[in-house]
């Protein structure tokens, strides 16, 4: 599961939907991996606008990387600052997590992951 997958992730249950303290969810024992893989400069600048910065920081923040900005970097501060451009690129799409959970802030249910896949099926006394 890539990082950036957390991005747009909340938790299942009914409840859950209606608090802000379900997302995001946030990774406990975390097995990461990084790939290789080629920076695309219009990728990132095009998503970068649809994420939720403070939820992306605070993932980065669960997961051992640096502290990010406090403000999103626009557009063209990512296009002009190449070492950004791949610091984001490697957070954002060569990090997976395959070994792990996803833990709701709300309700506290934990999602597992493995083989790099999150399980977000709930137990019948949780839907």
Request: one cysteine or more; charged letters at 25%; hydrophobic letters at 40%.
């Amino acid at each position: 599961m890539k990082i950036l997958t957390l991005n747009f992730l909340t938790c299942a249950r009914k409840e859950c939907k209606k608090s802000s303290a379900s997302f995001p969810l946030h990774p406990k024992d975390a097995e990461l991996v990084t790939d290789d893989a080629e920076v695309n400069c219009d990728l990132l600048v095009n998503v970068l606008p649809r994420l939720d910065w403070a939820a992306l920081c605070t993932t980065a923040c669960e997961l051992g990387f640096p502290q990010l900005p406090e403000q999103a970097p626009s557009q063209e501060q990512l296009r002009s600052d190449e070492a950004m451009l791949r610091d984001m690129h490697h957070l954002l799409l060569e990090t997976h997590i395959v070994v792990g959970k996803l833990e709701c802030g709300n309700c506290g249910h934990e999602y597992a992951i493995k083989e790099g896949i999150a399980n977000f099926l709930l137990p019948g006394h949780l839907v």
